[in-house]
């Protein structure tokens, strides 16, 4: 069992950036993919990013790219997602997610998830 546990959310000004963490217990996260998620109330959870076992391999949302950054620091058994210029429309509730050996970004292909944070982007 992989616990997740997300930390980093608030309440930021559209512009602003928020550095969201995912720190992982109960196993080792350097064997598996990290992704995060982002979900409004009434709509589909939303892939933001994924990250590979090695950070290798980042990928991302056509609609953060070139504004959020994911990374990983196995030793530290940590994930991050770091956001920048963030607009009102990032806001929503935030989750990290495992993927034993490889990543996604389909929601259903991961093993493991946190219980998310909130990001509000205030115009």
């Known amino acids: 069992q992989v616990q997740l546990v997300e930390s980093g959310g608030g309440l930021v000004q559209a512009g602003g950036s928020l550095r969201l963490s995912c720190a992982a217990s109960g196993r080792t996260i350097s064997t598996y993919g990290v992704g995060w998620f982002r979900q409004d109330p009434g709509k589909e959870r939303e892939f933001v990013a994924s990250i590979s076992r090695t950070g290798a391999t980042p990928y991302y949302a056509d609609s953060v790219k070139g504004r959020f950054t994911i990374s990983r620091d196995n030793a530290k058994n940590t994930g991050y997602l770091q956001m920048n210029s963030l607009k009102p429309e990032d806001t929503a509730v935030y989750y990290c997610?495992?993927?034993?050996?490889?990543?996604?970004?389909?929601?259903?292909?991961?093993?493991?998830w946190g219980q998310g944070t909130q990001v509000t982007v205030a115009s």
């Open positions: 997610a495992a993927r034993f050996w490889l990543t996604s970004s389909v929601a259903s292909e991961y093993d493991y």
